[in-house]
Nanobody, 120 residues
Framework: QVHLVESGGGLVQAGGSLRLSCAASGSIFRINSMGWYRQAPGKQRELVADITSGGSTNYADSVKGRFTISRDNAKNTVYLQMNSLKPEDTAVYSC??????????????WGQGTQVTVSL
């Protein structure tokens, strides 16, 4: 079993910054990737950014150049630095963990979500 604890959401004005963090704990054999997804009201959940254990990153086109994902492997923690925020970034942001509980079993787990609201 794995536990994900997210923090860092909140209300910010357009042009401002926020930093999200997500810490994973539990019986983790191996972390394959960690990432952030978001879901705005009335829209489907979408990938914001993810990062592999080797450090390879992937970003949604809408956030490239504004958001930066990073991770601390020793702490099993992923961060999302969000700069130049726009009202359209308003959504619930959820942490995703792709991990192995043993050599064979690969799992996907989600955090509880944190609200990010960007005002004009």
């Amino acid at each position: 079993q794995v536990h994900l604890v997210e923090s860092g959401g909140g209300l910010v004005q357009a042009g401002g910054s926020l930093r999200l963090s997500c810490a994973a704990s539990g019986s983790i054999f191996r972390i394959n990737s960690m990432g952030w997804y978001r879901q705005a009201p009335g829209k489907q959940r979408e990938l914001v950014a993810d990062i592999t254990s080797g450090g390879s990153t992937n970003y949604a086109d809408s956030v490239k150049g504004r958001f930066t994902i990073s991770r601390d492997n020793a702490k099993n923690t992923v961060y999302l630095q969000m700069n130049s925020l726009k009202p359209e970034d308003t959504a619930v942001y959820s942490c995703n963990l792709n991990w192995n509980s043993n050599l064979l079993l690969r799992l996907n787990s989600w955090g509880q979500g944190t609200q990010v609201t960007v005002s004009l």
